[in-house]
């Protein structure tokens, strides 16, 4: 018998959220992922010039029980 995964359903994020996560990723570049979850695992809160709410923003997913670090490996921004 093969015991089937089911997809997890995580939060989506709103354009607030969408917004500090793609100025995050366009900062940090293609590894940004690894960068938020260390910036997360050590509680760090990056500040940006032109988002200055966006550590505010990200803690905020970090501390969500439906998003969170893993949430995060599984996100990909929508396509437009």
Known sequence: MTKTKAKAEYHQPTSDELAALRSYAKECGRTWKASLAMDWYYARTPWCPDMPNRGSILHGLRNNPRFGP??????????E
């Open 70 to 79: 893993k949430g995060l490996d599984a996100f990909k921004f929508p396509t």
